[in-house]
């Protein structure tokens, strides 16, 4: 898949999810004190922006250490990422990775804890986030606890913000540790690559 390809494919899957969740949330309504989507209490904005991007990089740390990890069933998700994602990832351009993980973050919170979480349960829904990014069954498990860990956000914060800005700053890292991680396996001989 070449990069054009990649990156419709990327962000207009994260827009569908996006239509499906304002859809979702005409047609099963909650009261406006319950719909993290119109909610006014919590954190404000900026206090979103804050701990979002704190947590963010508590996650991003998460990513670093299950990448370095010589754990078997981390190397299948680093194998997968390196083979199917990486190529195409080191031809962005930053700003079209900045996009991509701004719609990630947008698409899928909008979706999994503004309109899921509050009708089906912050489980529930994690579970359903965790199946979504199947790529290997470790990953279920893995996308499973992040998501979590974003519900939990959205659950204290009152709002999106948080859980939006974590989501994007997360992807965006570890678009950048992937692609620094490819372009160094490319410099090596051949014969010394994995």
């Known amino acids: 898949m070449d990069r054009d390809q990649f990156l419709r494919l990327g962000i207009g899957t994260e827009v569908v999810l996006l239509v499906i969740a304002v859809i979702l949330n005409a047609i099963w309504p909650l009261p406006l004190e319950q719909n993290p989507l119109r909610s ?24 670093f250490i299950s990448w370095n990890s010589d754990f078997q069933p981390f190397k299948r998700i680093q194998d997968f990422v390196q083979e199917q994602l990486a190529p195409t990832l080191s031809c962005c351009q930053p700003w079209e990775l900045i996009a991509l993980a701004a719609f990630a973050g947008i698409g899928e919170e909008v979706l999994f804890r503004g309109v899921l979480q509050p009708r089906i349960g912050l489980l529930l829904a994690t579970v359903l986030f965790g199946l979504v990014h199947s790529i290997t069954p470790t990953y279920v498990i893995v996308a499973s606890l992040l998501g979590g ?23 965006y890292i570890g678009f950048q540790v992937i692609i620094r991680e490819f372009r160094a396996e490319m410099q090596r001989p051949r014969a010394d690559r994995r």
């Open 149 to 171: 860990a974003l519900g939990v956000l959205q659950l204290y914060g009152g709002n999106l913000w948080a859980p939006i800005i974590a989501h994007a700053l997360y992807d």
């Open 40 to 63: 006014t209490t919590g954190l404000t904005n900026l206090g979103g922006v804050l701990v979002g991007t704190l947590a963010g990089l508590l996650m991003s740390g998460w990513f």
